[in-house]
C-alpha cells in the first residue's frame, strides 16, 4: 500500500540557518507529491507541488525516484516559516490524497 | 470569506448519540472530500465526491459513518451511535478540476468532535 513516512515530528533550526524536512514514499509507480503547511491558527494549505518544478516562500522540493524522497528545502530559515508540514503523494489517476503524519519546524530567533 | 465552510466548528457528544456535519465548499468546485485527523497524525482520507457521485469510500469509514452531497454543493457528514474512538478532528477539502493530482486542495478549518 501506499505511505508517506515523515520522520522527524520535531525539526528545531535556528534562522538564517538551512532547512531540510525529509519525506520517504513507498509506492512502485510514479506518484505526485505535495507539501502542504499548516500555519499557526490557519488552515492546510498547499504549499507546492512536484508536478509544477516551482519554489514558493524558497521554498524547493526535488522528486528522487531511486531514494523514493521529496525533501522540502529552503537554504535560510525565516521565524515566518515556523509551521506544521505535511508531505503528501497521490499514488495514481483519480486517488485521493495520502499524507504522511507530519513535521512541525520551528525556527528560533 | 469565499473559501470551504464547515459547521460546527466544535461538536461535544456523548457515547451512542448522532453527529452531523456540514461543509460548504468553493462555489463551483466540482470535487469535495472528506478527511479525519488525530492528534499527532496527518489526515487519513474517510471519503470523496465528484459533484453528487460519492466516487470512493476508504476502509476508516464504518457502516456508522455516512455522507452525503445530494445536489453536489454542500455536503453532510454523519455518523451514528458514536464511540470514544470517533473525537477527531473532521476536515472538508474541495477541488475544482477533475484530475486531483494536478490541482489544490482547499481546506476548510475542520470540525473538532469530542466524544464523552
Known amino acids: 500500500a501506499q505511505r508517506v513516512t515523515q520522520p522527524e515530528k520535531l525539526l528545531s533550526v535556528f534562522k538564517g540557518a538551512p532547512v531540510e524536512l525529509k519525506c520517504n514514499y513507498s509506492?512502485?509507480?510514479?506518484?505526485?507529491l505535495f507539501w502542504y503547511v499548516q500555519y499557526s491558527r490557519q488552515r492546510l494549505q498547499l504549499l507546492l507541488r512536484h508536478i509544477s518544478r516551482e519554489s514558493i516562500k524558497g521554498f524547493t522540493a526535488d522528486l528522487n525516484k531511486g531514494e523514493t524522497s521529496f525533501h522540502l528545502k529552503k537554504p535560510f530559515a525565516q521565524e515566518e516559516d515556523s509551521a506544521m508540514y505535511y508531505c503528501?503523494?497521490?499514488?495514481?489517476?483519480?486517488?485521493?490524497?495520502?499524507f504522511g503524519k507530519g513535521t512541525r519546524l520551528s525556527v528560533i530567533a | 470569506d469565499t473559501g470551504v465552510s464547515q459547521n460546527p466548528r466544535h461538536k461535544i457528544t456523548k457515547r451512542g448519540q448522532n453527529v452531523t456535519f456540514r461543509c460548504d465548499p468553493i462555489?463551483?468546485?466540482?470535487?469535495l472530500y472528506w478527511y479525519r485527523q488525530t492528534l499527532g497524525q496527518g489526515p487519513e482520507f474517510l471519503t470523496y465526491?465528484?459533484?453528487?457521485?460519492?466516487?470512493?469510500k476508504s476502509r476508516l469509514l464504518s457502516d456508522r459513518f455516512s455522507a452525503e452531497r445530494p445536489k453536489g454543493s454542500f455536503s453532510t457528514l454523519e455518523i451514528q451511535r458514536t464511540e470514544q474512538g470517533d473525537s477527531a478532528m473532521y476536515l472538508c477539502a474541495s477541488s475544482p478540476g477533475a484530475a486531483p493530482y494536478d490541482e489544490k486542495l482547499f481546506f476548510g478549518s475542520g470540525t473538532q468532535l469530542s466524544v464523552l
Open positions: 503528501a503523494l497521490v499514488p495514481s489517476g483519480n486517488t485521493p490524497l495520502v
Open positions: 465526491f465528484q459533484n453528487e457521485a460519492q466516487l470512493e
Open positions: 509506492y512502485s509507480g510514479s506518484p505526485e
Open positions: 462555489s463551483e468546485h466540482n470535487r
